[in-house]
């Protein structure tokens, strides 16, 4: 069973910076993609960031593009967050996920495992 583990959530003003990071404990495998997904409060829970197994192609929302930065460290089993420039409506509940291959996905049903979620708070 694999279990990813987010660390990093905080509290922030606007045009600040976090570093979300995920370790993802068990039996993984290097060669599956990650993610990162958040739910923010009385919305949805919608697709943040991808990465594949190579760590190359990411994929962004368009809105967090330019902004963040997700990178990963295959040899650790972690995945990366770098969030430049919040916003208050990036405030949302991030989750780290295990996706079921290799290249990088926005669709949640593509992913297996999923972590309990960090806190991010970006106050005006």
């Known amino acids: 069973q694999v279990q990813p583990v987010e660390s990093g959530g905080g509290f922030v003003q606007a045009g600040g910076s976090l570093r979300l990071s995920c370790a993802a404990s068990g039996p993984t495998s290097s060669n599956n993609a990650m993610g990162w997904f958040r739910q923010g409060p009385g919305k949805e829970r919608e697709f943040v960031a991808s990465i594949g197994w190579k760590g190359n192609t990411p994929l962004y929302k368009d809105s967090v593009a330019g902004r963040f930065t997700i990178s990963r460290d295959n040899a650790k089993n972690m995945v990366d967050l770098q969030m430049n420039n919040l916003r208050p409506e990036d405030t949302a509940v991030y989750y780290c996920?295990?996706?079921?291959?290799?290249?990088?996905?926005?669709?949640?049903?593509?992913?297996?495992?999923w972590g309990q979620g960090t806190q991010v708070t970006v106050s005006s």
């Open positions: 996920a295990v996706a079921l291959g290799p290249l990088a996905t926005m669709v949640p049903g593509r992913y297996r495992y």
